[in-house]
């Protein structure tokens, strides 16, 4: 049996700009290597990505690269926080912390910390 495409995907326009982040490379890998990336990046587990992506999905950012720009955003920001107190090379969240440190990252978004999102990407 063989399987026919029948949907006509058609051809997508390309930016040429020379980075952008719909060109990004690591926005638009798919879930488990992107995950990957920021394990090395950033030194954090499965569940707590999960939980990160999980919250600001819940947050209202629904487009996932969008979303991805908020998550490597709050990554950036905590590792910034976590490097001024610690010496460990890995960010750690303590019983509740990861939850606090989301909403001290939105409540600073006034200060530049969160990534502004034109409404036509959302």
């Known amino acids: 049996m063989q399987t026919k495409n029948t949907v006509s995907v058609g051809q997508f326009p390309e930016s040429h700009k020379p980075y952008s982040f719909e060109t990004s490379t690591y926005l638009n890998l798919p879930d488990l290597p992107f995950f990957h990336w920021c394990n090395r990046q950033y030194r954090i587990n499965r569940g707590v990505y999960n939980a990160i992506d999980q919250w600001f999905y819940d947050y209202g950012i629904i487009n996932i690269q969008n979303r991805r720009i908020q998550i490597l955003a ?3 920001f905590v590792k910034e926080e976590s490097q001024k ?3 460990i090379p890995y960010i750690r ?4 912390g990861l939850i606090k440190k989301l909403n001290e990252f939105i409540r600073d978004s006034g ?3 969160v990534i502004p999102l034109k ?3 959302v």
Do not use: R
């Open 93 to 96: 969240f303590g019983h509740g």
């Open 119 to 121: 409404n036509d990407f």
């Open 74 to 76: 709050f990554l950036e």
């Open 111 to 113: 200060k530049s910390k």
């Open 85 to 87: 107190q610690e010496s």
